[in-house]
């Protein structure tokens, strides 16, 4: 089974810096089958990047996906306060079929 | 617009069943798998179990798997989970989600969830 280890658990950063998330696997992650959610308190996750850097419908382009194999990055550049939630990573593919990281907060102070 | 929206959850005690509803709008429903994932309070995501676009093949997280059914409808665009054996563990919001493609892929979107209490 594939684990996927986000870092850092929690990240507290100004409005208007950058955000770097990491999300490593445990094992190679086939055509970058990994996406990105973003979780506010209260409210349903949101995808915002599928197959490691397609933005989702409507996500603004100060999100975005990269990696491969092993190691997966989300940026998310220019801060805004709106930006503080916890955001997972997930694989999607082979048994068994999907996975999620543990989560990183953000934190927008 | 799409829209999903999770009914059936309760307080139930362990060893109780319960099944699980998710109604679906604003897609053709057979082309895309559904899935069920649940969030234990103050914890992480965790992926349940999904059915692809035509109903033919069900995924399970291996701790489920005996325990849980997966089930759809799709003349009425409805995705069931049904829950036998519950334990106090299994306490959750449970969402429903819409694949990106018939056999799955990510989740997009997910309905608000439906709360489920297992408790005696």
């Known amino acids: 089974e594939i684990v996927l280890t986000q870092s850092p658990g929690t990240l507290s950063l100004s409005p208007g810096e950058r955000a770097t998330l990491s999300c490593r696997a445990s094992?190679?992650?086939?055509?970058?089958?990994l996406a990105w959610y973003q979780q506010k308190p209260g409210r349903a996750p949101r995808l915002l990047i599928y197959?490691?850097?397609t933005r989702a419908t409507g996500i603004p382009d100060r999100f975005s996906g990269s990696g491969s194999g092993t190691d997966f990055t989300l940026t998310i550049s220019r801060l805004e306060p709106e930006d503080s939630a916890v955001y997972y990573c997930?694989?999607?593919?082979?048994?068994?079929?999907?996975?999620f990281g543990q989560g990183t907060r953000l934190e927008i102070k | 617009e799409v829209q999903l929206l999770e009914s059936g959850g309760d307080l139930v005690q362990p060893g109780g069943s319960l099944r699980l509803s998710c109604a679906a709008s604003g897609f053709i429903f057979r082309n895309f798998a559904m899935s069920w994932i649940r969030q234990a309070p103050g914890k992480g995501l965790e992926w349940v179990s999904s059915?692809?676009?035509?109903?033919?093949?069900?995924y399970f997280t291996d701790s489920m798997e005996s325990r849980f059914t997966i089930s759809r409808d799709n003349s009425n665009n409805t995705v069931y989970l049904h829950m036998s054996r519950l334990r106090v563990g299994d306490t959750a919001l449970y969402y429903c989600?819409?694949?990106?493609?018939?056999?799955?892929?990510?989740?997009?979107?997910w309905g608000p969830g439906t709360l489920v209490t297992v408790s005696s």
């Open positions: 997930q694989r999607y593919g082979w048994s068994p079929m999907y996975s």
């Open positions: 059915i692809t676009g035509n109903g033919v093949t069900t």
């Open positions: 989600a819409k694949g990106g493609r018939a056999t799955g892929r990510w989740f997009d979107p």
């Open positions: 094992q190679s992650i086939s055509f970058n089958y």
């Open positions: 197959d490691a850097s």
